[in-house]
């Protein structure tokens, strides 16, 4: 059954770095996310991305935040400069066309930790 | 503020028993709701979804119970397996956007043998 991947894991980061967050969707979808999880915390929404575009983006999501499809099966989140709160899970979810908007396929996460 | 959460952080059954995890939710204008399973070391997954016109939904040994007047969400697992055991966590949103979707904090479910 084909499945999200993330690359790396685990990211361990110093404060100020840039990191690159990497994500491989299930090859027919076309609908993209990135969402977060503080350990102990609630998942949280990112950034929506269709059409080679970023469809909603929530408060988090400043602009020290970027997602990319450099190509036609990665999908990037960069993170310029991290900060000690970017200390989290990420995870990256792709869907289909149609079917439920909420019908998400999520990968495993890369856990990011900034020191 | 608008809030999504859960009833029981922790629910232990017996394999092959039924369970059932609750959900309250507050925010009256969301017309969808989702129920979500992590395993350990695992992203979330979808497992069903409600829609507010709606008041019960089945799927593969689940069934979603929507009750609108007291704003209160259930999922029933039938014949609870080891494979069940996980983090289960209710969401709302509305409109079909993904910004609006706002995560409950989760229900750990044990499947005892």
């Known amino acids: 059954e084909p499945e999200v991947t993330q690359t790396p894991s685990h990211q361990v980061t110093q404060m100020g770095q840039e990191v690159i967050l990497r994500c491989v969707p299930i090859?027919?979808?076309?609908?993209f996310y990135w969402y977060r999880q503080i350990l102990g915390q609630k998942v949280e929404f990112l950034v929506s991305?269709?059409?080679?575009?970023?469809?909603?983006k929530s408060e988090i999501f400043d602009d020290q935040f970027s997602v990319e499809r450099p190509d036609g099966s990665n999908f990037t989140l960069k993170i310029r400069s991290t900060k000690l709160e970017d200390s989290a899970m990420y995870f990256c979810?792709?869907?289909?066309?149609?079917?439920?908007?909420?019908?998400?396929?999520f990968g495993p996460g890369t856990r990011l930790t900034v020191t | 503020g608008e809030s999504v959460g859960l009833h029981l952080p922790t629910l232990s059954v017996q394999e092959g028993d039924n369970s059932i995890i609750n959900c309250a939710y507050s925010?009256?204008?969301?017309?969808?709701f989702i129920w979500y399973k992590q395993e350990s070391g695992k992203g979330p997954q979808f497992i069903i979804d409600?829609?507010?016109?709606?008041d019960k939904r089945q799927g593969q040994r689940v069934t979603v119970l929507l009750n609108k007047t007291v704003k209160h969400l259930s999922l029933q697992i039938a014949a609870t397996q080891p494979g069940d055991s996980a983090v289960y966590f209710c969401?709302?949103?509305?409109?079909?956007?993904?910004?609006?979707?706002?995560f409950g904090s989760g229900t750990q479910l044990t499947v005892l043998p």
């Open positions: 979810a792709s869907k289909k066309t149609g079917g439920s908007a909420y019908e998400q396929y």
């Open positions: 090859s027919n979808h076309l609908y």
């Open positions: 991305f269709y059409n080679n575009e970023i469809s909603e």
């Open positions: 925010n009256s204008a969301s017309d969808y």
């Open positions: 409600i829609r507010s016109n709606m």
């Open positions: 969401a709302e949103a509305s409109s079909g956007s993904a910004r609006q979707l706002t």
